[in-house]
């Protein structure tokens, strides 16, 4: 079973339907409510999801919504090593970075999913875009 790190884009395109993105998206978190795939995000993301939900849902839909987010996914820890590295990594992103070096303390996550391919060109883990993934697995869009 892959371990996937789901970028913050990846979960606004299921959260907002947002075309043409979505389709994919959902396979994604369906995948993981299914248990075919280990899905995890990091406090990061959920911190970004709450602030970009808020615009526009009420604080107790939104924080329902990161609920069941965590239902079927696991959260990465993230400490001094994690910021220290992403500081020193030469990603032009500092959070995508922040998010990659979380994805390899862990260990097990085997790809990065995400829409922003160019922000982990530095990553050693394999970065793909949810349409790509989705097509290796020999899945059809919904």
Known sequence: MDSVLIDTDVILDFFFDREPFAEY??????????NRIKGYVTPVIC????????KT?????????????LL????LLMDKDVVVNALHSGFKDFEDSMQNFAAMKNGKINVI??????????SEIAVQ???????MLGLKPE
């Open 72 to 75: 079927i996914t696991d959260v």
């Open 57 to 69: 849902d009420k604080h107790e839909k939104v924080i329902n919504s990161l609920r069941q987010l």
């Open 47 to 54: 911190s970004n999801l709450y602030y970009l939900l808020r």
């Open 129 to 135: 875009t949810p349409e790509s993934y989705i097509k």
């Open 25 to 34: 998206a959902d396979q994604v978190i369906g995948l993981c409510e299914t």
């Open 113 to 122: 999913l995400t829409r922003n391919i160019k922000n982990y060109k530095k």
